[in-house]
């Protein structure tokens, strides 16, 4: 039996769906970013690379909470 994924990472398999990158090519990116805080990380992710903002908020969410050991 397949465990539900919940939370940020329940976004994941429609973010690489519909911008065609790995999940972890998109941490790779918002953790090579200069910015540090998680609502101007969103607006990067949505400027510069066309997320939405849920796809953004989950990506950024989970890497941050990755990176502080959460």
Known sequence: MT??????ASYFPSVEKKHG???????NLI????L???MELVGWLKAEHGL???HANA???????EDSGK
């Open 21 to 27: 990158r790995p999940i972890a090519e998109w941490k």
């Open 31 to 34: 953790r090579s970013s200069p």
């Open 59 to 65: 990506l950024v969410a989970h890497t941050l909470a």
């Open 36 to 38: 540090t805080k998680h």
């Open 3 to 8: 465990a539900t994924v919940k939370g940020p």
């Open 52 to 54: 939405g903002h849920g």
